[in-house]
């Protein structure tokens, strides 16, 4: 199961990114589709996802789309993805660079939704990250 949450985790990351780097050049139906499909992964809040969107598409309109009803949220500095998926990447090579996940954190990003994207647990990230000078 591990390998499919893991898989799941990076599918999500990477459609985030691409969501972020490409909603303004989109129609608003396909938009919408990636907006329905991202939804799936049950990861992200409205509010994150319409921050991947650069407010094109209002959290409340998202939250139609895929038919939130949870609190699924966290703060999320969408700029961080990249790093969060190279932490994700060190944790599945079994090496975190808990350095990168104190600069995440320093930026905004929860550790929790650090925690939810990546796989490593928040007590590792908050016991490893207070170590670091």
């Known amino acids: 199961m591990e390998i499919d949450d893991d898989l799941m985790r990076l599918r999500a990351i990477n459609e985030a990114i691409w969501i972020r780097d490409h909603s303004e050049n989109l129609e608003r139906k396909d938009l919408f589709k990636i907006i329905e499909d991202i939804g799936e992964y049950n990861i992200f809040s409205a509010r994150q996802i319409e921050s991947m969107t650069n407010g094109i598409v209002s959290h409340q309109t ?63 990230i908050s016991k490893n990250i207070r170590r670091i000078k």
């Open 62 to 124: 998202i939250s139609k789309l895929c038919k939130k009803n949870n609190k699924s949220g966290g703060k999320l500095k969408i700029n961080d993805l990249e790093k969060i998926r190279d932490l994700f990447y060190g944790k599945s090579n079994g090496l975190v660079n808990y350095l990168l996940a104190k600069e995440i954190t320093k930026n905004g990003t929860s550790q929790g939704i650090i925690s939810k994207l990546t796989g490593i647990s928040q007590s590792a």
